[in-house]
């Protein structure tokens, strides 16, 4: 069965400090990977999505980045983080695109507060 | 633009029934699904419909019409445990998912 793991769980960082948050996913090979970002009491706005490895669309201006340097490893990453960039990161994965059932499954989730 | 539409909040009691809707304009339709999330959880599915018509899992069903961009969410026999926010979720026809805000469901005994 496939799995998807995201860490930490929690993280509270001040204002200019780098970021970095994985995602990995067991059991399923060559999947979409997503990075969401929710705001309290909002819903999910997705902020990059992969379909390969080095393969990244980014969906919404930002100081974040996205890599996939393995096929089932996903990285969130920033320079310097701002104050808006609290929040509910959520890491989720899908089958590759085309396919009939394209569900996503989402990993237990990082909360990031900006301080 | 693309845009789906649901209530932010609805308050229904233990034991009823709740219909939670969902409108949507999207860029295309490769299918609608139905999330649950509970506070401070990540979103779980619970449904999937790509054709007009009913889908029934248990105590929830989910109503799709095309035609309309329109969808509802049914939940039957509320537990307290269904409190959590049901997220309405559109693929488009690029393959990619637009989320509505959510519906905080808030079940009282």
């Known amino acids: 069965s496939q799995t998807i793991h995201q860490w930490p769980a929690t993280l509270v960082q001040p204002v200019g400090s780098p970021l970095s948050l994985e995602c990995t996913v067991e059991?399923?090979?060559?999947?979409?990977l997503y990075w969401y970002r929710q705001a309290a009491g909002r819903g999910l706005q997705l902020l990059f999505y992969s379909v390969g490895i080095g393969q990244i669309s980014s969906e919404v201006p930002q100081n974040l980045s996205a890599s996939r340097p393995q096929d089932r490893q996903f990285i969130l990453s920033s320079k310097k983080l701002l104050l808006s960039d609290s929040g509910f990161y959520l890491c989720?994965?899908?089958?590759?695109?085309?396919?009939?059932?394209?569900?996503?499954?989402f990993g237990p989730g990082t909360r990031l507060t900006v301080t | 633009g693309q845009n789906i539409d649901q209530p932010t909040e609805m308050t229904a009691t233990e034991g009823a029934i709740v219909q939670i809707n969902c409108t949507y304009q999207?860029?295309?339709?490769?299918?609608l699904f139905w999330y649950q999330q509970h506070a401070g959880e990540a979103p779980t599915f619970l449904s999937y419909?790509?054709l007009d018509g009913l889908e029934e899992k248990g105590r929830f069903s989910s109503f799709l019409s095309r035609s309309k961009g329109y969808s509802y969410l049914l939940l039957k026999e509320l537990q307290m445990k269904d409190s959590a926010s049901y997220l309405c979720a559109v693929m488009d026809s690029n393959y990619q998912l637009i989320w509505g805000a959510g519906t905080k469901l808030i079940i009282k005994p």
């Open positions: 059991g399923t090979s060559n999947p979409n």
């Open positions: 999207t860029s295309g339709f490769n299918g």
């Open positions: 989720a994965w899908s089958a590759e695109t085309g396919s009939v059932w394209n569900e996503q499954y």
């Open positions: 419909n790509v």
